[in-house]
């Protein structure tokens, strides 16, 4: 036992100020790293040499090679067959149905070379895998005349329908993911875990019960009972040793709520940290060791809250078993290190801290490109990773007495430096933990041996494949550790390599991943968006909507705006596409400077949530930002054609006149904007006419382009209903027209400008779509349900490309509906304005009264599954329903609004079902769930849509990422944010002189 940590009097830590250092600049973050290294040249120079020599002596131990280091060292995932492995093994043990699974196994193996992988790993297991993905031995007899497996498994699976081939993938599959689960149940892994006690193969564990993150109440309960049930089995095993030496369980709390997030603090407190408190005053009954996992960035403040809480219980003092995961590769790790000490002191009792690297890079990656943030929450490098975990190890090392510190590592230099630092301060109350299945023979050849623990996940075969496909992530790259540590290949000096002399050599991030304002290069920046996981940003945007006036709107006629707007087309369209450009850059650099202004105001007036609403002013942004570039390539002067001699030829490109913009409300921010940018980079002037629901947005925006330099006369706003719309297409002088709305309204605009005399002039039309969502037996239930809800329900339904019809395959359907229904009830429906509201109201009454209508037809009609109540709400709310279709025959057009239809079907017959979606003349979304790009292009090719979506949601088009735009029913194309955009706002010239006519071509007469 530590000495007690000494008690502090109560004082308010800060988690919140955290997130001041949540997305620091990493060259900045880098340079304060090497301005105090870890380590002094000293014990760097006896680090390195220790590492090395762990490296030798930990290869001389085959036998103590886990199999995912063979795994591993064998199948890279810069391989086809690790790619295809990873591939199998996130989906193959999920599929139900015999069909599929044989769909599975030929797209994934029938393109790896598996031959030259038999036989080369020292571990059994991992050949044993090989021999199963070959079907060779005694499992299939190979023809003579085929020397190459590969090539005889590639035309074997073409055949399909051998059992033969599925059972030997099935169990190639089993055998691997067997080694990377203690045990299908606690009791089992503890038994397990005894035998390799025994062995000295381990002294201790942190069993993680597996499975997805809890998406309803129910899933929540589940794991809470899981969890419960291996503590008590743990704790009635450890035989009173105390939480350093017995196993213990660690958690993860997105497990035990459907909502953990920060926007929902108040719900986690209210129905999270109860379960919490269980767990953690059960494991105190037995005196064993909880540790809170580590997940998101995004959810780290709100998990520290909680935290701090349950330190402080009075029915958990004195209890050491207290622990959380701190991940290095956050820049934020130290300063939290800083914080749980203090904690830790006021508390009186030591915390324990497991300090990782991070399993989450990727995903943060990747969500902080698409949010738009400053920079990455994580450092980009693995050699900055590294020496910020030694900077937080030091840190750990000094906050003895406080912490109790786990150095979860597989990496010998690593190893060797906390080794070295604990000495130096002489810490003796630490340990090391490792995964099971990987880091044996690294720890075997530590002399003398420290206490290890193992963190050991348990579960089911069908909970692995999330975990097993992290690991695989994780540690299956070039740039891995555990990818290199026991290839003999690879000299120890390079697997043991100094990762400050590396960081120093190249002090900077890293160079082929641009942080999130660079992502489009130098053509634009990248919007920024609000993080609405940090407090401060979301009190900004609360404190703006208390500042929000709605002022009346001004009123200009129809004809006199036309008249305006043409006065002004000669000279602007003049100005060139360089002027025009830098006009709309000025634009984009206003949105983006009212972000919180406009954003309060969408949420206000169109009833759109906080973060549809900061996307849209993205979008707005981004739309200002793309078309200047595009103005500037487009619109730079006359470009050259090829020529015969003698003769130059040009064409050019100029505006057409005056376009008239109409706008929906549904996204009044972003697509009026958009619009009115297209035909402003174009040449042409404006006549916008927005939303009678959203005139408020318009202004606001109109208002921003006079202030970024735009002629007033440029641009003219008309306000009204559909009648003033009417007018202003029906005018002769109007030389195009841009809408976005419904499919009705649009063939009425269509007809108008057919029926008048005068200049043939364009409609560039965005309607609605009959948007289908395609699932296969393959797809992951839980990324299914998040992304239908999001793509059903986000916006209340009110986008064009919200998803309309849900196509389950029998075989899961009910799996997959029983978890979303559930999922639903999680959903929060109320005020738009508040960051808790996921859901807002309806457009307006009308727009309520067409939906009420819709679900009153379907009650009799069809068969609703669920809708929220929503009846406290009043006004314009309508609950999110879910309908279930006996046939397809049963909906024929878009229902604007959170409704979502559900067809089951048989996936062999997805050609017929798909025919007949694409019959209802709509093409604008589609979306495809599946592991088989086999099943993806099968959907695509019988249903035609602007945009396709596969294993995402289907709404959120980025400009010039997702150019979006429509065809049949759901518009004319060309689509906007894309290439081929703004042509369509602006007429071609040509232009052909025959310089010979003077005499020759001096170019010619010169060569």
């Known amino acids: 036992m530590q000495p007690a940590a000494k008690a502090h009097p109560a004082a308010a830590i800060d988690w919140d100020a955290l997130d001041a250092l949540k997305y620091q600049d990493e060259d900045a973050a880098v340079a304060a790293l090497l301005a105090h290294p870890p380590l002094d040249p000293a014990a760097r120079a006896s680090v390195a040499a220790e590492a090395r020599a762990l490296v030798k002596r930990a290869r001389e131990l085959k036998h103590r090679k886990g199999v995912m280091e063979s795994f591993l060292e064998e199948y890279g995932l810069s391989t086809a067959e690790g790619l295809a492995l990873m591939c199998l093994a996130e989906a193959l043990l999920r599929v139900p149905d015999e069909e599929t699974v044989d769909k599975l196994i030929a797209e994934k193996i029938s393109t790896g070379r598996w031959s030259e992988h038999l036989g080369r790993s020292d571990h059994w297991l991992v050949n044993a895998g090989t021999w199963g993905l070959m079907l060779t031995g005694g499992i299939v007899r190979l023809p003579e005349e085929i020397r190459e497996a590969s090539q005889f498994l590639?035309?074997?699976?073409?055949?399909?329908?051998?059992?033969?081939?599925?059972?030997?993938?099935?169990?190639?599959?089993?055998?691997?993911?067997?080694?990377?689960?203690?045990?299908?149940?606690?009791?089992?892994?503890?038994?397990?875990?005894?035998?390799?006690?025994?062995?000295?193969?381990?002294?201790?564990?942190?069993?993680?019960?597996?499975?997805?993150?809890a998406r309803t109440n129910a899933d929540a309960e589940r794991y809470l009972a899981s969890y419960a049930h291996a503590v008590d089995v743990v704790g009635r095993a450890s035989e009173g040793q105390g939480p350093h030496a017995a196993s213990g369980i660690s958690v993860k709390l997105s497990a035990l709520h459907p909502r953990y997030e920060a926007r929902q603090e108040e719900r986690v407190f209210a129905e999270l940290y109860p379960r919490v408190l269980q767990l953690a005053e059960a494991a105190k009954k037995w005196n064993i060791g909880l540790t809170i996992d580590a997940e998101e960035a995004d959810r780290l403040v709100v998990s520290l809250k909680l935290f701090e809480r349950l330190a402080l219980e009075p029915s958990l003092a004195d209890w050491e078993g207290l622990g959380l995961a701190v991940q290095a590769y956050q820049k934020r790790a130290r300063a939290l290190i800083e914080r749980l000490a203090v904690l830790a002191r006021r508390r009186g009792a030591p915390i324990q801290a497991r300090l990782v690297k991070g399993a989450y890079w990727d995903g943060e990656i990747k969500r902080a490109q698409i949010m738009g943030r400053p920079d990455f929450p994580v450092f980009t490098t693995k050699a900055a990773t590294d020496v910020h975990y030694l900077a937080c190890a030091r840190d750990l090392i000094a906050a003895r007495g406080a912490i109790f510190p786990q150095f979860a590592t597989h990496n010998a230099h690593t190893v060797a430096a906390v080794r070295r630092m604990a000495q130096a301060a002489g810490l003796e109350a630490y340990e090391y933990q490792r995964l099971h299945g990987m880091g044996e023979a690294l720890y075997a050849a530590l002399d003398p041996p420290l206490p290890v623990r193992v963190y050991a996940p348990v579960g089911g075969h069908e909970d692995l494949l999330p975990y097993l496909v992290r690991r695989l992530l994780e540690n299956g790259a070039n740039t891995s550790f555990v990818h290199s540590f026991l290839d003999e290949d690879v000299a120890p000096e390079v697997v043991a390599a100094d990762p400050l002399a590396q960081l120093e050599a190249a002090p900077r991030r890293h160079p082929r991943l641009a942080p999130p304002p660079q992502l489009y290069g130098a053509s634009r920046r990248n919007s920024t968006g609000r993080d609405l996981s940090i407090e401060s940003e979301r009190e900004a945007i609360v404190r703006a909507a208390g500042n929000l006036q709605m002022l009346p709107v001004s009123a200009l006629a129809p004809a006199q705006a036309i008249t305006t707007a043409l006065s002004a087309f000669q000279d602007w369209d003049g100005r060139g596409g360089a002027a025009r450009g830098a006009i709309l850059r000025a634009m984009a650099d206003a949105l983006q400077a009212q972000q919180d202004e406009l954003v309060t105001l969408i949420a206000r007036e169109a009833g759109r949530n906080l973060q549809d609403s900061i996307d849209e002013v993205r979008e707005a942004v981004d739309f200002c930002?793309?078309?200047?570039?595009?103005?500037?390539?487009?619109?730079?002067?006359?470009?050259?054609?090829?020529?015969?001699?003698?003769?130059?030829?040009?064409?050019?490109?100029?505006?057409?006149?005056?376009f008239v913009c109409i706008s929906p409300w549904n996204f009044p921010l972003a697509i009026f904007t958009g619009q009115i940018a297209a035909a402003l980079a174009a040449g042409n002037t404006v006549v916008a006419?927005?939303?009678?629901?959203?005139?408020?947005?318009?202004?606001?925006?109109?208002?921003?382009?006079?202030?970024?330099?735009?002629?007033?006369?440029?641009?003219?706003?008309?306000?009204g209903d559909g009648k003033v719309g009417g007018e202003l297409v029906a005018d002769p002088r109007v030389g195009g027209v841009a809408f976005t709305g419904s499919t009705e309204v649009a063939r009425l605009i269509n007809r108008t400008l057919a029926a008048k005399d005068g200049p043939i002039v364009p409609l560039i039309a965005e309607t609605g779509g009959l948007n289908?969502?395609?699932?296969?037996?393959?797809?992951?239930?839980?990324?299914?349900?998040?992304?239908?809800?999001?793509?059903?329900f986000n916006s209340a339904g009110q986008r064009c490309s919200s998803l309309r019809i849900l196509f389950l395959p029998q075989d899961t359907a009910d799996e997959v509906l029983e978890t979303l229904l559930g999922a639903m009830d999680e959903l929060v429906i109320g005020d738009p304005a508040d960051p808790r509201t996921d859901i807002g109201p309806i457009i307006d009454a009308e727009a309520k009264a067409n939906l009420e209508k819709h679900i009153e037809r379907m009650r009799k009609e069809a068969r609703v599954l669920k809708q929220i109540d929503v009846s406290r709400l009043g006004g314009n709310f309508f609950g999110p329903a879910v309908i279930e279709l006996s046939s397809l025959d049963q909906i024929d057009k878009e229902v604007f609004g959170p409704i979502l239809h559900v067809v089951r079907y048989d996936p062999a017959k997805i050609a017929e079902v798909g025919t007949a979606l694409a019959a209802k003349g709509y093409g604008l979304t589609l979306g495809v769930h599946s592991r088989l790009e086999s099943f993806a292009a099968q959907v695509r090719a019988v249903v035609p849509a602007g945009n396709c979506y596969v294993n995402r949601t289907i709404v959120g088009a980025v400009v010039g990422v997702q150019p979006f735009g429509g065809s049949g029913l759901s518009g004319t194309g060309p689509k906007a944010g894309g290439p081929h955009y703004l042509p369509r706002f602006a007429e071609e010239r040509a232009v052909s002189v025959n310089i010979a006519a003077q005499g020759g071509d001096p170019h010619l007469l010169n060569l």
């Open 689 to 719: 006419k927005p939303a009678e629901q959203t005139p408020r947005i318009a202004e606001a925006a109109v208002k921003l382009f006079y202030a970024a330099g735009l002629p007033r006369e440029v641009l003219q706003l008309v306000q």
């Open 154 to 213: 590639g035309s074997l699976t073409r055949r399909m329908g051998e059992p033969a081939i599925r059972l030997a993938v099935n169990q190639a599959m089993v055998i691997l993911g067997r080694q990377f689960v203690l045990g299908r149940t606690i009791e089992a892994a503890m038994k397990r875990g005894a035998g390799m006690q025994r062995g000295a193969a381990a002294s201790r564990f942190s069993f993680d019960m597996l499975g997805e993150g």
């Open 625 to 658: 930002r793309y078309y200047a570039a595009e103005a500037e390539r487009l619109f730079s002067g006359p470009h050259a054609l090829p020529s015969p001699a003698g003769e130059t030829d040009h064409l050019e490109m100029h505006g057409r006149g005056v």
């Open 772 to 792: 289908g969502l395609f699932v296969d037996t393959t797809a992951l239930k839980e990324q299914v349900v998040d992304d239908v809800l999001v793509s059903a």
